[in-house]
């Protein structure tokens, strides 16, 4: 039987199921990317603007997930635009460096202490492969160590750790606890190329590291002869010198992306120039790498705007917003009688119906109540991941704030009216 929140979602939106139909004849499943998919089917998008997304039947949400972390000055940031539009008038990309890479590897490098040189990809997960190759060839190792749950893209010995299971080259050890990768790394330290740990968990909950964490693996991977390497493609956000400046980490290697291409395709990898110089095709036997659009004029420049507009006055205003809107949420969750928790570090959070916030992992003991909250969220014209994650933009106002409030309590209140 049909819940009330889906006949609501399907009676709102038929324009998009219409499109969800077109889509799966030539797409699997009718989507192309694994995290945007929810049912019944997800919602066809016509136009961003500023905090709100428009979808083809007309409704209007605000954006609470800005593309997964990556749209960090919300759609359409005019300034973005100007100078993607500038970019784009002078062509998309050629076989050769522009002003605008090299202005944006210098803010890369002036922003994160770790970074002194920049080599440009197109995704995080290409970053993640980066990574890997140069870990790899500098040490003769094969083994990667990574936390369970963590997730540092798509290539397959790092997607390995998001379904928490350890493969031929993947190891891994539980997140905030150092013990268990000082173990391994004892262990089986001199097979081990390189230990790859995101700062604040993204795809398993938002989940911070103890005090001392960070610091800890890192040394052990360098006793053993491994490198440490932060993946900061969503932590970058959460200061101007990354979530490394906020734990005092300091890695050989950081993986960068998202909000660095100022929502074009982007991802890069950064670290001393002596791991850098592995690139280095004046060098023989340097790593070869190459990419049609790595470093495009077009991502470059938009993401030179982004990075630079990402002041430390407009990351501490989305951190007091995101922890004001994550006491709203408890309240309305209280009012509606639902157990509730939220785990928020800086504009980043994680929702749970769940008395307590699960550690670290992709299992879903509130599964079935997630889901109905993500489309009650929808048909009350808030836009959220379906796994409960929330990420905050520049262009979020306090009286915004105040309506994402009103309109949550309101969809809570939908939960639990159709699980009563």
Not at 322 to 347: D, H, N, T, W, Y
Request: glycine share 10%; aromatic share 6%.
């Amino acid at each position: 039987m049909m819940s009330k929140i889906e006949e609501q979602y399907k009676a709102a939106t038929p324009k998009s199921a219409e499109m969800a139909a077109r889509a799966e004849r030539v797409m699997p499943g009718g989507d192309t990317r694994t995290t945007a998919h929810h049912r019944p089917y997800s919602l066809t998008i016509a136009r961003g603007e500023g905090p709100f997304l428009h979808d083809i039947d007309g409704n209007r949400y605000i954006d609470l997930l800005g593309n997964y972390t990556s749209l960090v000055h919300g759609h359409a940031y005019p300034p973005i635009v100007e100078a993607i539009t500038r970019a784009a008038n002078g062509g998309t990309a050629w076989p050769a460096r522009s002003e605008a890479q090299v202005a944006l590897a210098e803010l890369l490098c002036e922003r994160v202490a770790s970074v002194e040189q920049v080599r440009f990809c197109n995704s995080g997960t290409e970053a993640g492969m980066l990574a890997c190759h140069v870990a790899r060839r500098l040490t003769g190792r094969k083994l990667i160590l990574m936390a369970r749950y963590g997730y540092h893209g798509s290539y397959d010995d790092l997607e390995l750790g998001l379904a928490g299971h350890d493969g031929e080259r993947t190891m891994l050890a539980d997140f905030g606890e150092a013990t268990s990768f000082e173990a391994l790394l004892t262990e089986r330290g001199q097979e081990i190329a390189a230990v790859f740990l995101e700062p604040v968990l993204g795809s398993a909950g938002i989940v911070a590291p103890p005090a001392g964490f960070l610091e800890r693996v890192g040394e052990a991977a360098h006793r053993a002869g491994a490198l440490f390497i932060l993946d900061e493609v969503i932590t970058l956000r959460l200061a101007c010198g990354g979530a490394q400046a906020i734990f005092g980490a300091k890695p050989d290697l950081t993986m960068m992306g998202k909000i660095i291409g100022g929502g074009l395709p982007v991802g890069a990898l950064g670290g001393s120039a002596e791991i850098m110089a592995a690139f280095n095709p004046r060098e023989r036997g340097a790593i070869f790498h190459s990419g049609t659009f790595n470093g495009n004029p077009a991502t470059c420049a938009a993401g030179l705007v982004s990075v630079r507009e990402l002041t430390q006055d407009r990351i501490d205003a989305m951190d007091a917003r995101a922890k004001k809107i994550a006491e709203e949420l408890k309240r309305a969750a209280r009012q509606a009688e639902l157990p509730f928790s939220v785990r928020q570090f800086g504009s980043l959070m994680n929702i749970f119906f769940l008395d307590e916030a699960p550690p670290a992992t992709i299992n879903r003991q509130d599964s079935r109540t997630i889901a109905a909250f993500h489309l009650a969220a929808l048909n009350n014209g808030l836009f959220i991941a379906p796994r409960g994650m929330i990420a905050l933009s520049t262009v979020l106002t306090d009286e915004l704030m105040t309506e994402v409030a009103e309109r949550a309590a309101k969809a809570m209140l939908d939960v639990a009216r159709d699980s009563g």
